[in-house]
């Protein structure tokens, strides 16, 4: 059993610390909130926008600075959203990676989805129930469950977010 174990955790070696930043951003549009989804993989993999934190950053405006490149739309931090942590093994660093990631709520102001970088296929707006089913990872759903109860609160008319354990 301990042997089996062994083998899911994964290659040993060092271990790398990767801390970045990203949100949702939301519109209102015929009284509802929207979100905007980014797609990679050809469309296969939906997810929120994210990237690393550079030098002289905090993490809000890293999180402002990839919604604008990986979505084409600005917007300003309205909450925090928390952050979530996961590992991962980078083959040419040789190294485990743990990543922490944290995010934010962000208010659209301007810009345009077809104006994203060229690392997304495709940025859509959807709605709050369909973001919920179209996100392929459950940690970025529980952010936006986050974010979905803060919209309610905010914009009336919101439906109350599914609960923690729903699957999409």
């Known amino acids: 059993m301990a042997r089996a174990r062994e083998k899911m955790k994964g290659p040993r070696g060092p271990v790398r610390q990767h801390v970045s930043a990203g949100g949702v951003i939301f519109r209102v549009q015929e009284g509802l909130p929207e979100v905007a989804l980014i797609g990679t993989r050809g469309g296969s993999i939906w997810g929120l926008p994210k990237g690393t934190v550079e030098a002289g950053e905090d993490t809000e405006l890293t999180a402002r600075r990839e919604?604008?490149?990986?979505?084409?739309?600005?917007?300003?931090?309205?909450?925090?959203?928390?952050?979530?942590?996961y590992w991962f093994y980078e083959k040419g660093a040789r190294a485990r990676v743990h990543k922490t990631v944290h995010f934010y709520l962000l208010e659209?102001?301007?810009?345009?989805?077809?104006?994203?970088?060229?690392?997304?296929?495709?940025?859509?707006?959807?709605?709050?129930?369909?973001?919920?089913?179209?996100?392929?990872?459950?940690n970025e759903r529980q952010i936006l469950r986050r974010a979905w109860a803060l919209l309610q609160g905010r914009i009336s008319g919101t439906p109350p977010p599914p609960a923690e354990d729903q699957d999409a």
């Open 108 to 138: 659209y102001a301007a810009g345009r989805p077809d104006d994203h970088d060229r690392e997304v296929d495709e940025v859509r707006w959807v709605l709050l129930p369909e973001a919920h089913a179209r996100l392929s990872h459950e």
């Open 67 to 85: 919604v604008r490149e990986e979505t084409g739309l600005d917007g300003g931090v309205v909450a925090s959203l928390g952050s979530v942590q």
